[in-house]
């Protein structure tokens, strides 16, 4: 059984500029979760999205948005890069009747 | 809102030590609790988890129980190995508004177990 994979693993971006992260849920999943870890810190909630459907949203700015396609995979798109927008950001899968996440490697992105 | 409080690092110890790692949380429901490790250049994994109270949870060694009239949930190993040396975050889900849950996280605490 795969497990959650993430892509790339690292990404340096420009101030103002736009990017986009993959991620690969397990293997029957229909939940995915995505977070992003500031460097120190626990990792914050952005959003989660179960069939296709946004599910929920944590207390990120509107520049934060996603995808989740027919197969479950999904996409974080971010826009206006920020500096502080430097973290990682990890992708977890779940199913939607259980509150149990697997979390992928993460993506590095780094903000210059 | 919902929020975890942990033990803030690092936490150095010698090989065989007792380990305990404090964690309390604020929720106005009924949280499922948990504790992942996340070790050097990886990701999160679930180290165990409780859900309710005076379940206790337990995986490798490590030990943590739902007190929910003290509203913690604290990680304790009786003898810690190298291959221990991590981050540990104690967790919890929100079940408020879905059948699917976001996870609150503590920030963190560093581990590191000397030979």
């Known amino acids: 059984e795969t497990g959650v994979t993430q892509s790339p693993t690292h990404l340096i971006k420009t101030r103002g500029q736009q990017v986009t992260l993959r991620c690969s849920s397990q293997?029957?999943?229909?939940?995915v979760s995505w977070y992003q870890q500031a460097l120190g810190q626990g990792p914050q909630f952005i959003f989660q999205y179960y069939r296709e459907e946004e599910n929920g949203r944590g207390n990120f700015p509107p520049r934060f948005s996603g995808l989740q396609f027919p197969n479950y995979s999904s996409e974080l798109n971010v826009n206006a890069l920020e500096l502080d927008d430097s973290a990682l950001y990890l992708c977890?899968?779940?199913?939607?009747?259980?509150?149990?996440?697997?979390f992928g490697p993460g993506t590095r992105l780094t903000v210059t | 809102g919902d929020s975890v409080t942990q033990m803030e690092g690092p936490v150095t110890l010698s090989e065989e030590a007792f380990l305990t790692i404090n964690c309390t949380y604020t929720?106005?429901?009924?949280?499922?609790l948990f504790w992942y490790v996340q070790y050097p250049g990886e990701g999160l994994q679930l180290l165990l988890k409780?859900?309710?109270?005076?379940d206790k949870g337990s995986n490798k060694g490590f030990e943590a129980t739902y007190r929910k009239e003290t509203t913690s949930f604290h990680l304790e190993k009786g003898s810690v190995q190298v291959s221990d040396s991590a981050v540990y975050f104690c967790a919890l889900s929100d079940h408020k508004y879905s059948s699917a849950s976001k996870i609150i996280f503590g920030s963190g605490t560093r581990l590191s177990i000397r030979p």
């Open positions: 929720a106005t429901g009924y949280p499922s």
């Open positions: 409780a859900t309710k109270a005076d």
């Open positions: 977890a899968s779940s199913l939607a009747i259980t509150d149990e996440q697997y």
């Open positions: 293997s029957g999943h229909n939940t």
